[in-house]
């Protein structure tokens, strides 16, 4: 297998070079929070996959659900007026528990192209509105939306942009809230500040009249797990309030119980004018992602599309099986995953800031089973680990090892994102194998 995937199995760029050297390692069976690979060896999945596992492996009710519909309808498209009744279902039972007037659920196959069709969205409310020149974007740096030429734009990760031309010229950026290294301080009420004068001059700067939307996630993810101050959220909502600028808000990763309730927005007492998720909506089971629109926004569109042409769609949105598997996983979630998952993201947390004293540990960050530890070599200087080496990916194969998958990210910062299915061993397992794993990190 290790001679087959390095003859033809394309893998993310990103992890490329580790593969080259030490060969894919290929898993065979998971159950619960528990992974094996092919050699038999046995490791907590500490990341879920790639943060979608949230419901975790083996769960025989999705499997029942996915293989009813496999049987009984597997594939319909939404073109034609035509559609399905779990997606007809599915869309439903979101917008009933999406915050606010967020009542309009649009399917696709993942994050990336649910990004991408919420450009789209608002290039048609816009031109509805009449006005086609509010067409310039923004997002954060160190903000990760997606990897189609689109979403690699509002992306902020240098990976994604080299030699492509990205960011497009209508795609925007303001710095991050990223406290540990902020240079207003860690001051929670400065780094509001910062943020919402950061895109009040952005904004300026580019004509009120021209600013279509901003984009942030409740917490960077693939930035590597930052977390905003509280209240953060919410002032930049208002800020796009005020300005006339569409909110969006980027719920990949914190969607479906990553940080506790169904959606981050939520516990930020927030409202935003689009959503987007993917991820654990479908638990990793089945490719599918939504796009959550809200009332004024989809009525805008319906009304204004009139003669002009409103194209977009995927042969696979609202797929009838993802559907399936989508309407299960929220069954799941609601009948004491979620609570659990609250409980050992608690658990997590504490557990990992017992880490803080360790000499590699500059800070712990996260919120409910969402979190990261960034390595330093000098704590008071905030020294990163040097690049050379790659030490992130050594970490990850020690991780490894001591049978535990965590995210490594090149820049000093592990990530974690366990199923929230872990049961209080597994989640103490988990912190137990990192202290580990940066004591023989020391030798
Ligand atoms: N937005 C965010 C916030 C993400 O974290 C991701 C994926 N990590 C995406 C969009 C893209 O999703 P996908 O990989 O399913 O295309």
Known sequence: LIELDRAHLVHPVASYRGHERAGVRVLKSATGATVT??????MI???AGLWCVNAGYGQESIVEAATRQLRELPYATGYFGLGSEPAIRLAAELAERAPGNLNHVYFTLGGSDAVDSTIRFIHYYQNARGRPQKNQFISIEQGYHGSSTVGAGLTALPAFHAGFGVPLDWQHKIPSHYAYRNPVGNDPQAIIAASVAALRNKVEELGRDRVAAFYAEPIQGSGGVLVPPPGWMKAMRDLCSELDIL???????????RTGPLFACSEDDIVPDLMTTAKGLTSGYAPMGAVFISDHVYDTIADGAGESAV???YTYSA???SAAVGLEVLRLYEGGLLDNGRKAGARL????ESLA??????????????????????KQRKTPLPPAANPSRRIFDRAWDNGLIIRAFGNGVLGYAP???CTEAEIDAIVERTRMTLDQTLE
């Open 45 to 47: 999945d500490g990341f």
């Open 419 to 421: 199923p929230l299915c």
């Open 311 to 313: 194209g977009h769609g």
């Open 349 to 352: 947390m504490s557990g990992l």
């Open 247 to 257: 909110f969006v808000a980027d719920e990949v990763i914190t969607g479906f119980g």
């Open 37 to 42: 690979d092919a050699t038999g060896h046995q």
């Open 319 to 321: 797929h009838p099986v």
């Open 357 to 378: 004293d360790h000499p590699l540990v500059g800070d712990v960050r996260g919120r409910g089973m969402l979190a990261a530890i960034e390595l330093v070599v000098d």
